[in-house]
């Protein structure tokens, strides 16, 4: 389907979440670390240590990636590695990279990260939990935590009777997955799984927040788009609650930043020549703020690497 293209960048929806209901995310994925945390104390997200330990030619890959400091009952500071593998397939050098990671920070900040990872994928095979190697003198047993999303189809009851915000980001996600061929179906699972935010009776900001995750990753072709964005709108009206189509505000701000997503890809090729794939994903999965930012930082590029360097400099901000 030629409109799955159109928003490739689905680390940022996940980023978003993630970011916006860290501690549900925790509690819901990965309950025993949860447990081990005082959430009364704010957790803090380490960006820039972060991007220090990364290596620049591995931007703009499918994954998401959030290095956090929390604290736990008893006091001690810890840092948590959250990995979410978006479009994974199955790939032997996963492992390694959590471990690869992991012995990153340690390395450089003298800290040992609890390594956490969120699997996406559609493999009901691919299952890396752990690095480990072993010789008569010299051995490595690396683990690490990992949720499959899929494992979830077969406990959809649970999902919907999780008062967790997090159970409506996998069902998003899993039903996503299942309609990738059927865009009819998952219009109807788009509008149901949305029509429950309200049933659940959420606070406006979280409807709003869920409602952008799932418009985001369950993309429709434009024709089925305006036909749910009607219903939605009839829908608001009979419940007396417009969070979301209120001057259809949400549709007009996606539409300008589409706007200046192509406007900007197209000034940036007659500056700097094609734009490979992965920065391609990296501008469309700007702010409209940093879109425009962008386009004036533009007119003093002459090269690629122009390009490269001013994401870099985003990303450690």
């Given at each position: 389907?030629?409109?799955?293209?159109?928003?490739?960048?689905?680390?940022s929806?996940?980023?978003?979440?993630l970011?916006?209901?860290f501690p549900?995310?925790?509690?819901?994925?990965?309950?025993?670390?949860?447990?081990?945390?005082?959430?009364?104390?704010p957790?803090?997200?380490l960006?820039?240590e972060?991007?220090q330990?990364v290596?620049q030619?591995?931007?703009?890959?499918?994954?998401?990636?959030?290095?956090v400091?929390?604290?736990?009952?008893?006091?001690?500071?810890i840092w948590?590695?959250?990995?979410?593998?978006?479009q994974?397939?199955?790939?032997?050098t996963?492992?390694?990279?959590?471990?690869?990671?992991?012995?990153?920070?340690?390395?450089?900040?003298?800290?040992?990260?609890?390594?956490?990872?969120?699997l996406c994928?559609n493999?009901?095979?691919?299952?890396?939990?752990?690095?480990?190697?072993?010789?008569?003198?010299?051995?490595l047993?690396?683990?690490?935590?990992?949720?499959?999303?899929?494992?979830?189809?077969?406990?959809?009851?649970?999902?919907?009777?999780?008062?967790?915000v997090?159970a409506?980001?996998?069902?998003?996600?899993?039903?996503?997955?299942?309609?990738?061929?059927?865009?009819?179906?998952?219009?109807?699972?788009?509008?149901?799984?949305?029509?429950?935010?309200?049933?659940l009776?959420?606070?406006?900001q979280?409807?709003?927040?869920?409602?952008?995750f799932?418009?985001?990753?369950?993309?429709?072709?434009r024709?089925?788009?305006?036909?749910?964005?009607?219903?939605?709108?009839?829908?608001?009206?009979?419940?007396?609650?417009?969070?979301?189509?209120t001057?259809?505000?949400?549709?007009?701000?996606?539409?300008?930043?589409?706007?200046?997503q192509?406007?900007?890809?197209?000034?940036?090729?007659?500056?700097?020549g094609?734009?490979?794939?992965?920065?391609?994903?990296?501008?469309?999965g700007?702010?409209?703020?940093?879109?425009?930012s962008?386009?004036?930082?533009?007119?003093d590029?002459?090269?690629?690497?122009?390009?490269?360097?001013?994401?870099s400099?985003?990303?450690?901000?």
């Amino acid at each position: 389907m030629n409109h799955e293209r159109e928003r490739a960048d689905l680390d940022s929806p996940w980023k978003e979440i993630l970011e916006a209901y860290f501690p549900q995310a925790m509690q819901f994925f990965f309950p025993q670390t949860a447990a081990l945390i005082n959430w009364e104390r704010p957790h803090e997200f380490l960006d820039k240590e972060f991007q220090q330990i990364v290596r620049q030619a591995q931007q703009g890959r499918r994954y998401a990636d959030k290095l956090v400091k929390v604290w736990q009952i008893q006091g001690q500071e810890i840092w948590l590695l959250i990995h979410i593998e978006i479009q994974a397939k199955s790939e032997d050098t996963f492992a390694e990279r959590m471990f690869s990671y992991n012995l990153r920070i340690f390395d450089r900040f003298r800290k040992p990260a609890i390594s956490l990872a969120i699997l996406c994928d559609n493999n009901q095979e691919w299952r890396p939990n752990k690095y480990s190697f072993n010789y008569p003198d010299t051995s490595l047993n690396f683990q690490f935590g990992t949720v499959k999303l899929l494992d979830y189809v077969n406990r959809w009851t649970e999902l919907e009777v999780s008062d967790n915000v997090f159970a409506t980001v996998v069902m998003a996600h899993l039903k996503t997955q299942q309609t990738s061929q059927k865009p009819g179906e998952r219009k109807n699972w788009k509008f149901s799984l949305i029509r429950r935010l309200y049933d659940l009776g959420l606070q406006e900001q979280d409807i709003r927040n869920l409602y952008r995750f799932i418009d985001w990753v369950m993309i429709l072709p434009r024709g089925l788009e305006a036909e749910f964005w009607q219903q939605f709108k009839q829908f608001e009206q009979e419940r007396s609650m417009s969070y979301i189509t209120t001057g259809e505000r949400i549709g007009y701000e996606r539409g300008q930043q589409e706007g200046e997503q192509r406007l900007i890809l197209r000034l940036l090729e007659r500056r700097v020549g094609e734009i490979p794939e992965e920065l391609r994903s990296q501008v469309q999965g700007l702010s409209l703020e940093k879109l425009e930012s962008l386009g004036e930082a533009l007119l003093d590029f002459t090269k690629i690497e122009d390009l490269l360097n001013w994401l870099s400099a985003q990303h450690a901000e």
